[in-house]
């Protein structure tokens, strides 16, 4: 069990490398002289040169890749070429709207997923379970974006409940940043709990056909005890992989929910910053993003283990 | 081997409809049989004859869609007329089924300790400890050495062979009245097959408890049973002691079963230099009807050497040979 | 070919899939045809105007038809809709098909690599293409086909696992016929019916992708038309022409959900073992 935890923290080490690697090759080596890049194509080529030097783009690929995994340990990322900040700090400060935001639109999703999903497979093909199932066709089909503005729409135009964007921050009071990100975490998750919600009836409906639960009848369980007992543990294994896969998804929806609600988060600042041709910061954010998926699916590797106890002795 | 003469079960005219493409269609066509305490009842018949299903309907566990009907009678009960709860309190209390797959039959996130232990902790309400306490000795009956120790393993740990014990052992947690067992053996090596049928054998002498085992075996039914009920086409063709109903099959469709074992007389064999004086195995020409195409009379008429006008019409009634050994045909014996 | 048009009639929303589908297409091919040459001409006297006999849909700020820019939207999506999955089909199945024929090493890397990928979602490694080379369709489109390889790769290979354990593929290997052949008459005929499902579901996707990059201006550029791109445009009009920002939100929410039905109709239609009870 042991080893088994630390070959999959070793796998995870090595894949965050090979991540770093391809980010670096394709945001700093790729695009050729960055500092050309940042100057324009017809700047002074004395000046490029200078900014070059000064940005330490001279030096040997390997030895910055070697700085930069260095500088990623103990948060030292360098600074913003745009902001004149130093890129963790601005980092931090925009993780401080990203993070409650994914976990909002993360808890929101689960809630309303789970629920739909264990109510459709309890009533399959009838009323309740039809209605479901059309409402999730129609949530996967929207684009998460589109619904934003229909809430923005809806909430702000219309209603005047709430503002149509922006984040003051959370100096203002909980409460005021918490209404201001409810709209976003609310379209992101509802297009998210769709997808789940078709998983989690689906993941059900297949573990009740299974032999076990016919055991478990003739011994004289009931629906419940059978549904809550013996079914939704069985679920949960392709529902937690699902969630681990869908949280890369949410990570990268924010981008563009971020932008739609003009929240100053992280993905606003990638956005931003590739319109800046802020490649450092480019370079960093995706690191980060790619940091918490890997981290994710890692944790999502661990619950395998507690929910289904015949993985650990395969690995054994 | 002593069976009182307490009635157990009694099962008159049940029907079984099944769901199909083709609407609704009987596979179990209205049979009558009963059980005493004690006794151990055969019953026997090809794939898709409605045993399973018969098995099934007892529990009142049939596949959603289909629908049972006729009378179930058990300890002055009719099963086919109580409703999910009653049924609930009944299943793995008094009466309990083992199945055919003991591979996938656990379930392989809970230790079987914990599974053998449910039934006792809902049906006699026993705290975890004894019912774990109960569980180790039951699994040592059933020949799971060092239970203790093993109460807390998951099911993948165990071969096809200790998971049907675990399985018995599970059904027969709170000494049921009646267990059927559904094809328990099929999917095990022939000498797992009967240490097992052996192992309920005993078990079910030892409890007095009634027992009914399905197979498709001829030779499991041979040494494990006392009566035997021969199915065929959702009806239940001959009923017997097993010793009258294999040594004198009366109805064509098991003296058809009967010729088509294979014989070994000693002086066959496979690598005869003369294969043409082997003699062919004897097998009953044409199929079992399908679901939709029953006929109206006999569903064996149109395999049956012996069939008479008569017998594409209407089911023959049924006839006694003697005290126990009943068929339904019109063959003159 | 008979049976499944039977079944395939009795499958109400495979129906509806099959028709949303074809409205779209319909679309796009009117629009490559009838308008291919039609500039969108910006005319700022006719702009936000309400929906009429005459602009069907209304006008936008710019002055153009709202109905015939939807129209021609439809072009954008489904173009790279369709270049994005056949790279993602193309590649992706080839890497599967040789993973599952070669196993060992070759299968490990392959795999890994795929996995690997996993780790970049699909508008985060879009965003970096273009940061890197410049928004664009092209580059959109190069993007979401690079996310495709990965998915079609890891499916070909699990479905051409189970055929290549089956005992008539196993027969053929003891007979002495190739890995080559073997993969081309047995495994790729059978694993046809998954990937058809897949490619349509990824269709769907990609349109979603291409929509949500035009929004944020990394995809469609003008003047080529595309739904996301208006939707954009609209949100800046929210509070004088909200009714810009629904049009083409639910075009590509008809595309997307005809799509989808019409993936799921075929799974339970075209593969006995897929169907399910639903």
Redesign the interface.
Do not use: K
């Given at each position: 069990m042991i080893a088994y935890l630390f070959r999959r923290f070793l796998t995870l080490l090595a894949t965050l490398l090979g991540a770093a690697a391809i980010i670096f090759i394709g945001l700093d080596l790729l695009p050729g002289n960055a500092s050309q890049i940042l100057m324009g194509a017809d700047a002074d080529p004395e000046a490029v040169k200078a900014l070059a030097q000064q940005l330490g783009l001279d030096r040997p690929a390997i030895e910055r890749f070697a700085e930069w995994l260095w500088g990623l340990s103990h948060m030292e990322l360098g600074n913003s070429y745009a902001y004149s900040a130093p890129v963790a700090e601005l980092i931090l400060q925009r993780m401080s709207v990203t993070v409650p935001l994914a976990l909002m639109a993360m808890s929101i999703t689960t809630l309303l997923a789970l629920t739909a999903g264990v109510y459709a497979a309890s009533k399959q093909n009838q009323a309740g379970d039809v209605g479901i199932m059309g409402l999730s066709q129609l949530g996967v089909a929207i684009p998460n974006f589109w619904f934003a503005i229909l809430l923005i729409l809806l909430f702000a135009v219309q209603l005047n409940w709430l503002k149509a964007g922006g984040f003051d921050g959370w100096d203002e009071g909980v409460w005021e940043g918490f209404k201001a990100l409810i709209l976003p975490a609310v379209s992101l998750a509802v297009v998210q709990a769709a997808i789940l919600a078709r998983i989690t009836r689906s993941a059900i409906l297949e573990v009740l056909r299974e032999d076990y639960i016919r055991t478990a009848r003739a011994k004289g369980l009931g629906a419940q005890s059978v549904l809550w007992g013996h079914a939704l543990r069985n679920a949960l294994i392709p529902v937690v992989t699902v969630m681990g896969l869908q949280f890369a998804n949410l990570l990268t929806g924010t981008i563009v929910i971020e932008n739609v609600f003009y929240l100053p988060g992280l993905g606003r600042l990638i956005f931003q910053s590739i319109a800046n041709r802020d490649l450092i910061v480019v370079r960093n954010c995706v690191m980060l993003l790619t940091i918490m998926v890997v981290v994710v699916n890692f944790i999502v590797d661990l619950l395998y283990v507690v929910i289904d106890p015949r993985i650990k002795s395969h690995q054994s | 081997m002593s069976a009182n003469n307490i009635s157990l079960l009694r099962v008159n005219n049940l029907r079984v409809l099944v769901p199909t493409i083709a609407g609704n269609l009987q596979a179990v066509r209205g049979i009558d049989f009963n059980l005493n305490a004690g006794e151990t009842l055969g019953l026997m018949g090809e794939s898709g004859c409605g045993k399973s299903l018969t098995a099934l309907a007892l529990?009142g566990?049939l596949p959603q869609g289909s629908r049972a009907s006729g009378e179930i009678w058990f300890q002055n009960q009719n099963l086919l007329q109580l409703n999910?709860?009653q049924l609930?309190?009944?299943?793995?209390?008094r009466i309990?089924?083992i199945?055919q797959?003991p591979m996938?039959?656990?379930?392989?996130?809970?230790t079987i300790g914990h599974q053998v232990a449910?039934?006792l902790r809902?049906?006699q309400q026993l705290s975890k400890r004894d019912a774990l306490d109960r569980t180790a000795e039951l699994l040592n009956r059933v020949g799971i050495d060092s239970s203790r120790h093993r109460i807390h393993a998951?099911p993948?740990?165990f071969s096809g062979g200790q998971r049907q014990r675990i399985?018995i052992a599970?059904?027969l947690a709170c000494s049921p009245d009646l267990l059927i067992a559904d094809e328990p053996t099929t999917a095990l090596d022939v000498t797992v097959a009967h240490k097992v049928l052996d192992l309920l054998h005993t078990l079910a002498e030892q409890n007095g408890m009634g027992l009914i085992l399905i197979s498709h075996d001829l030779g499991v039914m041979a040494r494990h049973v006392q009566r035997i009920m021969v199915m065929y086409g959702g009806q239940i063709m001959e009923e017997g002691t097993t010793p009258s109903v294999l040594s004198r099959p009366a109805h064509p469709y098991t003296q058809g079963l009967m010729a088509s074992r294979p014989h070994w007389n000693g002086q066959q064999s496979t690598y005869s230099s003369q294969s043409n004086s082997r003699p062919r195995l004897k097998n009953i020409p044409g199929q079992v009807p399908a679901l939709h195409q029953m006929p109206l009379g006999c569903p064996f008429a149109d395999r049956c050497t012996f069939a008479e006008y008569d017998c594409h019409r209407s089911l023959a009634p049924i006839r006694s040979l003697d005290q126990t050994h009943l068929m339904r045909c019109r063959k003159k014996v | 070919m008979n049976y499944f048009l039977s079944r395939a009639r009795r499958h109400p929303s495979f129906i509806v899939g099959v028709f949303l589908c074809l409205c779209l297409g319909a679309a796009a091919l009117v629009s490559f045809v009838w308008l291919s040459g039609v500039a969108f001409e910006v005319r700022m006297d006719q702009k936000l105007m309400l929906p009429s006999q005459q602009y069907w849909l209304g006008t936008d700020a710019l002055g153009r038809d709202v109905a015939l820019m939807l129209l021609a939207g439809s072009r954008s999506s489904i173009m790279v809709g369709i270049v994005a999955v056949g790279i993602g089909l193309g590649i992706g199945v080839l890497l599967g098909l040789w993973a599952a024929a070669a196993k060992g090493w070759t299968e490990e890397i392959i795999m890994r690599a795929c996995d690997f990928s996993f780790a970049f979602p699909a508008i985060l490694l879009a965003i970096m293409i273009t940061a890197v080379w410049g928004p664009g369709m092209i580059n959109a489109i190069i993007a979401i086909g690079i996310f495709n390889i990965p998915v079609f790769a890891r499916i070909t290979r699990a479905s051409a696992q189970t055929i290549w354990s089956l005992d008539y593929v196993l027969a053929a290997g003891a007979c002495g016929k190739g890995k080559f052949r073997i993969t081309i008459d047995h495994v790729l005929p059978n694993i046809m019916a998954v990937l058809i499902v897949q490619a349509t579901i990824q269709f769907a996707l990609a349109i979603l992708a291409e929509a949500a990059l035009s929004y944020l201006g990394l995809g469609t550029q003008p003047p080529e038309p595309s739904w996301g791109r208006m939707l954009s445009d609209a949100q800046s009009l929210l509070f004088q022409a909200p009714r810009l920002a629904v049009f083409p939100g639910v075009a590509i929410a008809l595309a997307v959900l005809g799509l989808n039905l019409m993936g799921d109709g075929l799974r339970d239609l075209l593969d006995p073992k897929m169907s399910r009870q639903r």
């Open positions: - | 529990m566990l999910e709860s609930c309190q009944l299943r793995g209390n309990a089924m199945f797959e996938t039959a656990l379930n392989p996130v809970h449910e039934p809902i049906h998951y993948h740990q399985m599970m059904a | -």
